[in-house]
C-alpha cells in the first residue's frame, strides 16, 4: 500500500469513529441482576457438596454458570461487606470498616458506573447499605422496608409481627413467623423484582436484590419450618476447651450474644436453629427459582448476568457460637459465590482458587464490556475462569478497624491492635481452626511469616485514587 492510499482525510476518520459508537449503541447490553443473601455460610449450598440442604435453583445457576468454591468477604459483617462489593475497594480504604458507618459520597460504586453507562440501577429488598439510608448511586430503591412494613400493615399483619418480635428474645431467636409464606419478607421482594424485570425488560439494568433472609433470627414461615424436621445435619465443629487461648472476647460471646448465653444451647436447640436456618435458604431458593423463570419468560435470560452470593456468614454452632461477631473463622467470611453470564462464561466450571469480595465488581464490569476505574483493588476473576491468569491470589483478607485478617491456602493470621493475643490456624491439618497456635513455640516462624505479609498488603492496599503527589 503506497503512501496516497494509506493516508485517511479527518472527514473519514470522524466517520469511522461516529460508525464505531453506533454500533456500540446498536449491540445489545447485558443487563445486570445481583442477588444478595445475608448470613449464607459456603457449605449451605446443595451444588457445594451439602448432602441435607434443597437449593435446586442456586445449585441450577451453579450449572449453567461458575461457582467459585473459596470465595471470602471482606467483613463478616452487611454494611462492610457489601460497601467493598459494591466499591471493589477494602474497608479500611472506602472508610466504611463496620456497621457504624457509610461510603463517603466521593466513593464510586458499580451503581455510579452504570449510570454514566446509561443503565438503569434500582435496589430491591434491604438497602445494600443498610443499616444506613445510603443508597449508593441507585436510581431507585423499587421496593424495601417501607413498603414492605406498608404491605403487612394492610393485611393486618402488624400486632401479629410485633408480638412475634417480643417472642424472639426466647429460645435464641428461633420461632417460626406466624403469617404465612405469600406474605413474607422474601416472597414480597422477589414479587417485586419480577415486577420490575416485566416493566424494565426494554432497556438496560443493573437491579440488585438484598434479602434478608436468611440472617438470624431463625424465624422461616410454613412450610419451611418443618423442612428439615428431624434431618441429620452436617456437625458443628468444636472441641472442649478450645476457648482456653483463643482471645477473651470469643469466651465472652460464648457468654452472652445478643442476650443469650450460649453455653446453654442444647443439641436439640442446635438442630433446631439449624433446621429454620436451612428452612430460610431453602425459602429463598424457590423465589430465586421464580425470577429465574420470568427471566426465561420475558425473553432476559440470555442477556442478563445473575450473581447470587452473600455477604457474611453464619456460625451455628461451629465454636459454641451463633450468629455472625467479631471473629473471622471461615464460617463467616467464606460464602457462595455463583455467577451465569450466558455467552461470555462457560457452564458448569468451578474455580478452587481464593477469590475475594472486592474481585466482584471489576469481573462484572468486563463481562459487561466496561473500563474498570483505577481506584477499584479487586481484580477481575475473568481471567481466572478462562484459564488466563498467571498471577492467581496468595491470601485474601477481612477485617474490622482493630482487627486484620489474613489467609492462605494453608494459614490464617489475625491481628488485635495493641493485643498480646492474637491467631493462628494450621488449615492445611486444622480445617475447622480448633487449635490456636498463636503462642504455640513451635510456630514462631509461620506467625512471623504470616504478620510479615499481612503488613505488606497493608502498605500494599494504600488508596489508588489518591496518589502522592510527587513535588
Known amino acids: ?23 456500540r449503541q446498536t449491540a ?3 443487563n445486570l441482576l445481583l442477588i444478595t443473601n445475608d448470613q449464607m455460610r459456603a457449605d449451605c449450598l446443595g451444588a457445594a457438596g451439602n448432602p441435607v440442604i434443597r437449593t435446586p435453583n442456586m445449585d441450577r445457576l451453579a450449572a449453567e454458570g461458575v461457582l467459585f468454591e ?14 467493598a462489593i459494591h466499591t471493589g475497594r477494602y474497608p479500611h480504604v472506602n472508610r466504611t470498616p463496620s456497621n457504624l458507618y457509610r461510603l463517603p459520597d466521593r466513593e464510586q460504586t458499580l451503581a455510579h458506573i452504570l449510570n454514566r453507562e ?32 406498608a404491605f403487612m400493615k394492610a393485611r393486618g399483619w402488624e400486632a401479629k409481627a410485633l408480638e412475634h418480635r417480643e417472642r424472639l428474645k426466647t429460645r435464641f431467636q428461633a420461632h417460626p413467623v406466624p403469617w404465612p409464606e405469600e406474605v413474607d419478607e422474601t416472597v414480597f421482594f422477589a414479587d417485586r423484582t419480577i415486577e420490575f424485570l416485566k416493566a424494565n425488560r426494554t432497556r438496560p439494568f443493573f437491579l440488585h436484590l438484598n434479602w434478608r433472609r436468611p440472617h438470624h433470627p431463625f424465624d422461616p414461615p410454613a412450610p419451611f419450618d418443618r423442612m428439615y424436621e428431624g434431618a441429620k445435619f452436617p456437625p458443628s465443629h468444636q472441641r472442649p476447651g478450645e476457648m482456653d487461648n483463643k482471645p477473651p472476647a470469643q469466651r465472652k460471646a460464648l457468654e452472652g450474644t445478643a442476650g443469650f448465653d450460649l ?27 421464580r425470577i429465574l423463570t420470568a427471566l426465561d419468560e420475558l425473553g432476559l435470560a440470555q442477556n442478563t448476568i445473575v450473581v447470587c452470593c452473600a455477604d457474611h456468614g453464619e456460625m451455628l454452632g461451629d465454636h459454641g457460637l451463633l450468629f455472625k461477631g467479631g471473629y473471622f473463622y471461615d464460617e463467616v467470611v467464606r ?49 481466572l475462569v478462562e484459564g488466563r491468569e498467571t498471577r492467581p491470589k496468595r491470601s485474601v483478607h477481612a477485617e474490622f478497624p482493630t482487627a486484620k485478617m489474613i489467609r492462605t491456602e494453608h494459614w490464617k493470621l489475625v491481628h488485635y491492635v495493641r493485643a498480646p493475643y492474637g491467631e493462628l490456624y494450621d488449615l492445611k491439618n486444622d480445617p475447622h481452626e480448633l487449635h490456636n497456635l498463636y503462642d504455640d513455640p513451635g510456630y514462631i516462624k509461620q506467625r512471623a511469616e504470616m504478620k510479615s ?5 497493608l502498605v500494599d492496599s494504600e488508596d489508588p485514587a489518591l496518589p502522592p503527589v510527587k513535588a
Not at 126 to 136: H, I, Q, R, S
Not at 266 to 277: E, G, H, Q, V
Open 1 to 23: 500500500m503506497n503512501q496516497a492510499t494509506s493516508q485517511i482525510t479527518r472527514r473519514d476518520f470522524a466517520a469511522s469513529l461516529a460508525g464505531a459508537a453506533a454500533a
Open 28 to 30: 445489545p447490553r447485558l
Open 70 to 83: 473459596r470465595f471470602f468477604v471482606q467483613c463478616p459483617q452487611c454494611v462492610p461487606s457489601r460497601s
Open 118 to 149: 446509561g443503565y438503569l440501577t434500582a435496589a430491591v429488598g434491604e438497602m445494600p447499605f443498610a443499616p444506613t439510608k445510603f443508597t449508593g448511586g441507585f436510581q431507585k430503591i423499587w421496593a424495601s422496608d417501607p413498603e414492605y412494613h
Open 263 to 289: 453455653r446453654t444451647m442444647t443439641p436439640a436447640d442446635l438442630d433446631r436453629i439449624k433446621s429454620y436456618y436451612y428452612g430460610m435458604i431453602s425459602l429463598n431458593d424457590k423465589h430465586l427459582g
Open 335 to 383: 460464602v457462595p459465590c455463583l455467577v451465569r453470564a450466558p455467552g461470555k462464561l462457560p457452564a458448569g466450571k468451578r474455580i478452587k482458587s481464593l477469590a475475594e469480595g472486592i474481585d466482584l465488581m471489576p469481573t462484572l464490569l468486563e463481562l459487561l464490556g466496561v473500563a474498570i476505574p483505577q481506584a477499584v483493588q479487586g481484580r477481575s476473576l475473568v481471567p
Open 453 to 457: 505479609m499481612l503488613a505488606d498488603w
